[in-house]
């Protein structure tokens, strides 16, 4: 015999880290690292020049 469960119960699927999802978050961090590392090198040789 089955036991009952009280309450709603809704299909609820487990969630968890496609490779999609990972490759686009490690693909943000590289973007955002280069991004950061090329407006260093920008102010760096403007800097180098005024002084």
């Given at each position: 015999?089955?036991?009952?469960?009280?309450?709603?119960?809704?299909?609820?699927?487990?969630?968890?880290?496609?490779?999609?999802?990972?490759?686009?978050?490690?693909?943000?961090?590289?973007?955002?690292?280069?991004?950061?590392?090329?407006?260093?090198?920008?102010?760096w040789?403007?800097?180098?020049?005024?002084?």
């Amino acid at each position: 015999m089955r036991r009952r469960q009280r309450g709603l119960q809704f299909y609820r699927k487990k969630k968890g880290l496609s490779m999609q999802a990972v490759k686009e978050v490690f693909s943000w961090i590289v973007l955002s690292v280069l991004a950061v590392f090329l407006a260093f090198m920008v102010i760096w040789a403007v800097g180098l020049r005024r002084t």
